[in-house]
């Protein structure tokens, strides 16, 4: 059973810092991109970063570029998200990803975890 299981979530103050870690079990994630996403109260789910299996290609919504660090174990299979100088809008439930692609879009992930609730106070 493919499981991918976050932490790392909580509440923080704006411009204060969190880490966010996905483990990922069940099966081989050999050519799998990991990635996050996250989805507000009554918003859509929105892609947040993505990591390439081979590392070759990195993405980030533009909205968290210079301030949110993907990174990646392909030993461990651990996907982490640092995220720096957060803003009341980075609240939301973060979800960690996986799939054969590297879309920005979120029904191109196969896998999926529960989702970890971050909240920004100003």
């Known amino acids: 059973q493919v499981q991918l299981v976050e932490s790392g979530g909580g509440p923080v103050q704006a411009g204060g810092s969190l880490r966010l870690s996905c483990a990922a079990s069940g099966r081989s994630f050999v050519g799998y991109t990991m990635g996050w996403f996250r989805q507000a109260p009554g918003e859509e789910r929105e892609f947040v970063a993505a990591f390439s299996w081979n590392g070759y290609t990195t993405r980030y919504a533009d909205s968290v570029k210079g301030r949110f660090t993907i990174s990646r174990d392909n030993v461990k299979n651990t996907v982490d998200l640092q995220m720096n100088n957060l803003k009341s809008e980075d609240t939301a439930v973060y979800y960690c990803?996986?799939?054969?692609?590297?879309?920005?879009?979120?029904?191109?992930?196969?896998?999926w975890g529960q989702g970890t609730q971050v909240t920004v106070s100003s």
């Open positions: 990803a996986a799939g054969e692609t590297t879309s920005t879009s979120f029904g191109a992930y196969e896998y």
